[in-house]
């Protein structure tokens, strides 16, 4: 079953981070950090949650078993375009889920709910083979134009 995100979802939301976390970053992720995330990670969707963020989520006996983010970014207007743009986020399905679909029809709710909401452009980042033929079939396009500074 779809829904959308509510606050009464905070607490596993945030649980699920850590596992999508783990997943992403295996080697990466910080031993002995779960807590540290955790209460991050819900502190911060007590205050951004369905205002600057938004989850789409599938759910199975009462159990969230996908998700996929879609964080609203407001920059000034260029050109013609309003500066509303989405960003992609914590796309993640429980391993015994995956490869079924569930992924596509999240991303596709994200995509109506960017349009109803007058958002001009979509963006995320991954380097997940698998994951880049879905977003192509769904009209995203790939390239590595992306500059960044990590500021420490």
């Known amino acids: 079953m779809f829904r959308m995100a509510q606050n009464e979802d905070i607490e596993q939301l945030s649980k699920l981070r850590i596992l999508q976390q783990k997943e992403d970053w295996q080697e990466e992720y910080p031993i002995g950090k779960d807590n540290e995330l955790y209460e991050a990670t819900k502190s911060y969707l007590t205050e951004q949650l369905n205002k600057q963020i938004f989850f ?14 879609l964080q609203i970014m407001n920059y000034m207007p260029q050109c013609v375009t309003n500066g509303r743009e989405g960003f ?65």
């Open 88 to 152: 992609i986020c914590d796309v993640f399905t429980l391993k015994e889920y995956r490869r079924k679909g569930i992924q596509t029809n999240l991303l596709q709710e994200s995509l109506k709910f960017a349009q109803k909401n007058n958002l001009t452009r979509i963006k995320l980042e991954t380097d997940n083979p698998e994951a880049i033929k879905i977003y192509q079939k769904l009209g995203f396009t790939y390239n590595n134009l992306i500059i960044e500074k990590i500021i420490e």
């Open 56 to 69: 789409f989520l599938e759910i199975e006996d009462n159990q969230i078993i996908a998700h996929c983010g």
